[in-house]
């Protein structure tokens, strides 16, 4: 009796321990195991999203789908690194009632992501700083660039945001400057004669017009160039740096502001200019123009820089000043004009290159009345083609304090409506 009553509880035990109906047949929501998979069952197409692509998986009824290769693996754009994360839902085996009722079944691949950096190397002589930049930032040297017996002058490339592991490499030129430089000034009408805020020139003429421009250029005999409605580009296609267009070799001191419509100042100079700045004129806030609606009285602004002879210092503004078509009078330029002999009152050395769009001769008075020599006092033409209405479009000039002027002239062309100036400055010495 007792072996008869081991005997059952050991079969019960074994009975306990088997699969029930509904084990077989696999948890809810997945699919049976591969071996009850029938391989005569019909086959789906299943989707996946991957990085934006779609790959169609061909998948049995009741199978889990397989993705295709290397969705896990980890990628990049300029700006950022992915990390795959997981699908949207669970992986589930098709079936005919599910394919039925949705048409389709789509998985789309998550990704974490997080900011790419790159990595920055600033070359200062011997030495050099490596810094870790974030996609999209510019890139900003940990020290000043100093050298003995030379003065800082750029980068042997613009820094520009990062996308890619770059190098840069400071420019220095000897911090000595004679007390006589040729200095000029020239609308250059972003390359396309003054008829439009960016470039028209086309890839195919580049070689001749850029030729064109450098004996142009070259023909001024200029130490510093201060360039107006300047574009960085040279060609509609942005294929070809203007620097690089312009000059067989960039002069060490370059600097471009920022092109706000027709707006925009570049310098150029192989004198040792320093603390090249941009500023905001004050009495441009809230000023309204009338020329047009894409016109801003915002859109202009000021560069200085200092030039330093001897012992003493030559404080330069480089400008293009705001043109208001109502004319009557034209507020916003004389406010200008106003506020930067205010803020230079009190300076010796004086030196202001630029288009003023002073479109009459008076508006040049208050130059005149603060102590100012005008090299283009209303009497030369420097907008070609534009008398009109009884203007004289003398509006091209270079304007000093506490320098003498020599040889101003102006250089007759037809790359741009406007044609440049240019004067010889000596800084008297002690």
């Known amino acids: ?50 990085r934006g692509e779609l790959y169609e998986v061909p998948t049995r009824e009741n199978a889990i789908p397989v993705p295709p290769e290397g969705y896990d693996a980890p990628y990049s754009t300029v700006d950022k690194n992915f990390t795959f994360a997981g699908w949207d839902k669970e992986l589930v085996a098709p079936t005919a009632e599910y394919m039925e009722k949705y048409k389709q079944m789509v998985y789309y691949a998550r990704y974490d992501s997080e900011t790419r950096y790159y990595d920055v190397t600033f070359r200062i002589g011997e030495e050099t700083y490596p810094v870790s930049v974030a996609a999209n930032e510019l890139p900003v040297c940990p020290v000043t660039p100093e050298s003995s017996g030379q003065v800082f002058t750029r980068w042997d490339k613009e820094p520009v945001p990062a996308k890619e592991n770059a190098a840069y490499t400071a420019v220095f030129m000897d911090d000595d400057c004679p007390s006589t430089f040729t200095v000029a000034t020239w609308n250059i009408g972003h390359f396309a004669n003054g008829n439009a805020a960016e470039s028209k020139i086309k890839d195919a003429d580049y070689d001749t017009k850029s030729s064109s421009f450098r004996n142009y250029i070259n023909g001024l005999g200029a130490d510093l160039l201060c360039l107006n409605e300047y574009s960085r580009y040279f060609t509609d296609s942005q294929n070809h740096p203007a620097s690089e267009a312009l000059f067989e070799e960039t002069p060490p001191v370059y600097y471009a502001g920022p092109q706000r419509n027709f707006s925009c100042n570049a310098v150029f100079s192989r004198l040792p200019l320093r603390n090249l700045t941009l500023h905001e004129f004050e009495c441009n806030k809230n000023a309204v123009l009338l020329y047009s609606s894409s016109n801003k009285a915002h859109f202009y ?30 507020t916003v330029c004389m406010a200008q004009i106003n506020e930067l002999i205010e803020l230079y009152k009190d300076v010796d050395h004086v030196v202001m290159m630029g288009d003023w769009n002073a479109y009459h001769k008076n508006m040049f008075d208050p130059f005149a009345d603060a102590g100012y020599t005008l090299g283009n006092y209303g009497e030369t033409l420097t907008c070609i083609g534009s008398k009109t209405g009884g203007l004289e479009w003398a509006v091209d000039d270079i304007i000093v304090k506490g320098l003498t002027m020599t040889g101003f002239h102006a250089v007759n062309t037809g790359l741009s409506d406007h044609i440049a100036v240019v004067a010889t400055l000596t800084l008297p010495q002690p």
């Open 1 to 50: 009796m007792k072996r008869l009553l081991c005997l059952c509880l050991v079969l019960c035990s074994i009975l306990l321990l088997l699969p029930s109906c509904n084990d077989q047949a696999g948890p809810a929501g997945t699919s049976a195991p591969a071996s009850t998979v029938d391989p005569n069952a019909p086959v789906y197409t299943v989707i996946f999203k991957i």
């Open 301 to 330: 602004y000021y560069v200085t820089a200092e030039l330093t002879v001897g012992t003493e210092t030559v404080h330069f503004v480089f400008t293009h000043l705001a043109f208001d078509e109502a004319r009557t009078p034209d």
